[in-house]
């Protein structure tokens, strides 16, 4: 993928979020916090040691 292609895609997807209701991006930001609750209240630490030992990594 190029520089272009990405620049691209990127400011479609901006747009797209922003087109979007605000009641609507409120309820997806809910949904994703509740995501990272449930993995952490049935794992423990483990899946965020994990997540942040691959983002050490990969850096």
Same mark, same amino acid.
């Given at each position: ?14 747009? @797209? ?33 994990? @997540?942040?030992?691959?983002? @050490?990594?990969?850096?």
């Amino acid at each position: 993928m190029s520089g272009n292609d990405y620049v691209k895609f990127m400011t479609q997807e901006i747009v @797209k979020y922003m087109d979007l209701p605000e009641d609507e991006r409120k309820k997806r930001k809910e949904q994703k916090k509740q995501q990272e609750a449930i993995s952490s209240k049935w794992f423990g630490m483990l899946p965020f040691a994990l @997540k942040f030992m691959f983002k @050490k990594h990969v850096k």
